[in-house]
């Protein structure tokens, strides 16, 4: 038996979801290839490691429409020499490559000077290589260009058809790509046929609405074979294969906590016969826990929590079922403060933090703090898309409804890692939100908002998703978000992380306003504590926030952009660019998009629709 061969690459398990899952687009030392979809996974000794979560793995089934599906970890690589291979296969794409040969091409008519190569298919190569005129082997490199839709198909350009603007052609001669200056500009760029004469600019193909390209052939590479959807009613865009837009994975992240209403079920059950089905208010709740049976059951929780399960229990009318960040931001509120000796232990472990000597400005606004020395994140993906990033909501609360490509042919499981870090929670009185979003004492929030609306809206039309609503609770959600990452900006100066390793999660659920900011690395047990410290001196990093956000390098350029300009096409943004609010897109849970510097603090264009009307 001989030792198994090495792989072609090797990526990170947690790269496989952030970066190179099913249908990403990898460059190889020789080749390019594609990823394969998950039944092209092999896994080590064919054992899964299978990640629990319950909450996410039923948020993944309802937005797959889908029952059961598992949450899988990624194959990692096996040490042993003669073990069966492991990992994820890959199929080469594209197909079209372009000999590697130095030729000059004059245009007759401007007499302009092009470097040309020829563009082959797989099929007319020769031992890999391009064989020329004097019957030379020529290395080849994979062509630049190829075709995608906004569903995720993607495939070769048929060139023959695209040069002889004939959707049946077939070849007639040699096809060469002509390349004027650095070979960048769309416009200097040419397919050519040798033997008809015929020649196109690729900048046609670039043309929005052209339709140069045909209608989508649903093709679908990462699966394997000619695997290909039917009628894909989608027209094919000219697509750079190494561009920024050819990938976005699709993920869901849940944060590990236990389900409060759970634990106070299974803490109340042992002494729920003999003692507290009698109890008929909180005062009965208080009057039992004297007695050390009950005293030592519910030590953990208060008098209302219990008495609030009790009245739940004796309507008989099962509870309301609560979003992931409902209860999420639910749990982590219900954490006493730290008492004594608490040791942090377990993948969740956090306490509260009465703020103290709160300035006047932030007082009537800021609730409560919350310290998570200990915090497991799951994370899945689910899909991916082209062109534009779209991350689903995990509460479906602000779902726009993308379309995404698929990651199998038969989806029963998805990719997961696990991260464990620690974060600082910071929650708003949602009495303060009230007010800042009442119409009739503050009009200019009502107007500001108005502007943004009209930004969705001219998104969602320019993506035809015509009389597409606008998510619930948008405007606080948009007024936390933009907050969050002044905020990503201010702790990053103190608390020994990088800005782009610090990550958010807003919550904008009925009666509750938070930011949680959090760190976690995958197979790591716990981090150094920097954001935890942070939280102990939250209000002076809000005042940091605040204060950066008032005046933007780009500013009154920033300040002045409006949602909806069809000529910058920045429909989700207000006041919002590189200079002040958008960071490392692994930091932001909505990819650098509903943000708005506006409804945080005054700006020069618009100075009365700030949740933060005064700072000092």
Not at 248 to 272: C, H, K, M, N, Y
Not at 347 to 372: I, M
Request: aromatic fraction near 8%; hydrophobic fraction near 40%.
């Amino acid at each position: 038996m001989s030792a198994k061969r090495p792989p072609d690459g090797e990526i990170r398990q947690s790269q496989v979801i952030s970066t190179f899952g099913p249908g990403a687009m990898v460059d190889l030392p020789d080749h390019s290839v594609i990823i394969g979809g998950l039944e092209h996974w092999d896994f080590p000794r064919n054992e899964r490691v299978r990640i629990t979560e319950p909450r996410l793995e039923q948020r993944v089934c309802e937005i797959l429409q889908r029952n059961d599906i598992a949450l899988i970890a990624p194959p990692a690589a096996s040490d042993e020499p003669f073990a069966a291979r492991s990992g994820m296969k890959a199929f080469i794409f594209p197909i079209w490559f372009l000999a590697q040969v130095e030729e000059r091409w004059t245009d007759p008519v401007s007499q302009k000077v092009y470097r040309t190569r020829p563009l082959v298919p797989h099929s007319q190569l020769t031992k890999g290589k391009y064989l020329d005129r004097n019957r030379k082997l020529i290395d080849v490199v994979p062509v630049r260009f190829v075709q995608a839709c906004v569903r995720g198909h993607i495939s070769d350009i048929n060139w023959y058809a695209f040069v002889y603007e004939e959707w049946t052609a077939t070849r007639r001669g040699q096809i060469w790509l002509d390349e004027g200056g650095a070979g960048n500009d769309f416009a200097d760029i040419f397919v050519r046929c040798e033997a008809t004469k015929a020649r196109r600019p690729l900048s046609q193909a670039t043309v929005a609405q052209g339709h140069t390209l045909g209608f989508c052939r649903g093709d679908r590479p990462w699966l394997g074979g000619q695997n290909r959807e039917p009628k894909c009613p989608e027209h094919s865009r000219l697509l750079v294969r190494s561009a920024s837009n050819a990938y976005f994975p699709q993920s869901l992240g849940v944060i590990s906590i236990p389900d409060t209403d759970e634990v106070i079920r299974e803490a109340v059950a042992p002494v729920w016969e003999d003692f507290l089905q009698y109890c008929e208010s909180e005062a009965d709740v208080a009057r039992e826990r004297k007695k050390q049976r009950v005293a030592v059951a519910i030590e953990k929780f208060t008098n209302a929590q219990v008495w609030a399960h009790i009245e739940q229990r004796k309507s008989l009318v099962p509870p309301t079922p609560k979003g992931i960040k409902q209860l999420e931001i639910e749990t982590l509120l219900s954490q006493p403060d730290s008492v004594g000796e608490d040791k942090p232990e377990g993948d969740f472990y956090a306490r509260g933090r009465t703020p103290k000597d709160v300035p006047p400005w932030l007082a009537d606004k800021l609730d409560r703090v919350v310290l998570v020395h200990r915090l497991r994140e799951v994370v899945a993906q689910i899909g991916f898309t082209r062109f534009e990033p779209q991350e689903p909501d995990i509460d479906g609360m602000l779902d726009i409804n993308v379309k995404r490509g698929t990651l199998a042919a038969e989806m029963n499981w998805v990719p997961a890692i696990e991260n464990r870090g620690e974060g600082v929670l910071v929650t708003f009185k949602p009495q303060a939100i009230k007010d800042w979003l009442d119409a009739t004492t503050r009009p200019l929030v009502d107007e500001r908002g108005g502007e943004l609306l009209a930004g969705f809206s001219a998104w969602a039309e320019r993506r035809e998703m015509l009389g597409l609503a606008p998510p619930r609770g948008i405007l606080p959600y948009i007024m936390l978000h933009s907050l969050s990452h002044l905020m990503i900006s201010a702790v990053s100066l103190e608390c020994g992380y990088a800005a782009s390793s610090i990550r958010e999660r807003v919550y904008a659920v009925p009666g509750f306003y938070g930011i949680l900011l959090y760190t976690g690395t995958p197979g790591a047990e716990g981090t150094l504590g920097g954001l935890v410290q942070v939280g102990n001196r939250i209000e002076r990093h809000i005042q940091t926030a605040l204060q950066l956000g008032r005046l933007c390098s780009n500013d009154p350029v920033c300040s002045y952009h409006r949602p909806n300009d069809p000529h910058e096409e920045r429909f989700l943004h207000g006041a919002a660019c590189h200079g002040c609010l958008l960071i490392a897109e692994t930091s932001c849970e909505r990819r650098n998009e509903m943000l708005d510097r506006a409804l945080v603090v005054p700006t020069v264009h618009t100075p009365g629709a700030a949740f933060f009307e005064t700072i000092p």
